[in-house]
């Protein structure tokens, strides 16, 4: 009787761990429409040069000679300490090229690279735009 019950209730546990999985996604963004760009290759290149203002999160706004324009997708902290690069900070000047994307309606500018000093710093592969720290998912 004890086999019995012990089978049924880690039945029970696989059953609703897998379950569990089945409902979370894949990862790659928050199941809300608000998850990633996929194919960022597809918009308006851009290159623009100026001080970092504000640091937002996965973001950071410039100020570069024609405006204000707020930078997504720089990358979290983790993966530019994993290249010995410190992530710019409010003050920094930077080089940020990349492209601005129609993600629902809203034009967002998109890095790829950011230049700091003389380090340039890759953060979408070339081939696919899919971020660099993402590792194929498994970061």
């Known amino acids: 009787m004890k086999k019995a019950i012990t089978g049924g209730v880690m039945m ?3 059953f609703f ?3 569990g999985m089945a409902f979370a996604g894949n ?3 928050a199941g809300d429409g608000a998850g990633p760009i996929h194919d960022i290759y597809a918009g ?3 290159e623009y ?3 970092v203002v504000e640091c ?3 973001g950071m706004l410039i100020s570069p000679a024609d405006g204000n324009p707020t930078i997504y997708g720089i990358g979290p902290v983790r993966y530019w300490d994993s290249l010995d690069v ?3 900070v409010a003050g920094d000047t ?3 090229a990349g492209y601005a994307v129609d993600y629902n309606g809203d034009l967002r500018n998109i890095a790829v690279t950011i230049t700091i000093g003389d380090v340039v710093v890759s953060l979408r592969d070339p081939d696919t735009g899919a971020p660099l720290w993402r590792q194929g998912g498994q970061n």
Request: proline share 8%; no cysteine.
């Open 49 to 51: 040069t100026g001080d």
């Open 44 to 46: 308006t290149p851009f």
């Open 17 to 19: 761990l897998s379950m």
């Open 56 to 58: 937002l999160g996965d």
């Open 86 to 88: 410190i992530r710019p």
């Open 12 to 14: 029970m546990l696989v």
């Open 27 to 29: 990862g790659s963004g």
């Open 94 to 96: 930077v080089t940020v």
